[in-house]
């Protein structure tokens, strides 16, 4: 079993920056492949990020892309998303997620087995 743990959310201002971090417990993280989701009041679970097994391969939804990076740690079992330039409609429960299965990039909520409990980050203008 895997769990999954985030932190860094909080409060900010329009052209800020935050860094979430998903601290994963429970298996070698090296054999997993990581995505950052996240939620808005009324809206569905979209993908921001996900990042393969190795690290070396990324992929980012186009709002988020040129400010926001995913990286994982695996020596420390840590993942991280970077956020920078943030507005409004960052607005968000922001969720990671985790999973073995050789699904690229893993768009769908079902390509991925194991879920944080989500950390909310709201953007004030």
């Known amino acids: 079993q895997v769990q999954l743990v985030e932190s860094g959310g909080g409060l900010v201002q329009a052209g800020d920056s935050l860094r979430l971090s998903c601290a994963v417990s429970g298996r070698t993280f090296s054999n997993y492949r990581m995505g950052w989701f996240r939620q808005a009041p009324g809206k569905e679970r979209e993908i921001v990020a996900t990042i393969s097994r190795s690290g070396r391969a990324t992929y980012y939804a186009d709002s988020v892309k040129g400010r926001f990076t995913i990286s994982k740690d695996i020596t420390e079992n840590l993942g991280y998303l970077q956020m920078n330039s943030l507005i409004p409609e960052d607005t968000a429960v922001y969720y990671c997620?985790?999973?073995?299965?050789?699904?690229?990039?893993?768009?769908?909520?079902?390509?991925?087995?194991?879920w944080g409990q989500g950390t909310q980050v709201t953007v004030s203008s």
């Open positions: 997620a985790a999973d073995q299965k050789n699904e690229w990039p893993g768009l769908r909520l079902r390509d991925w087995t194991y």
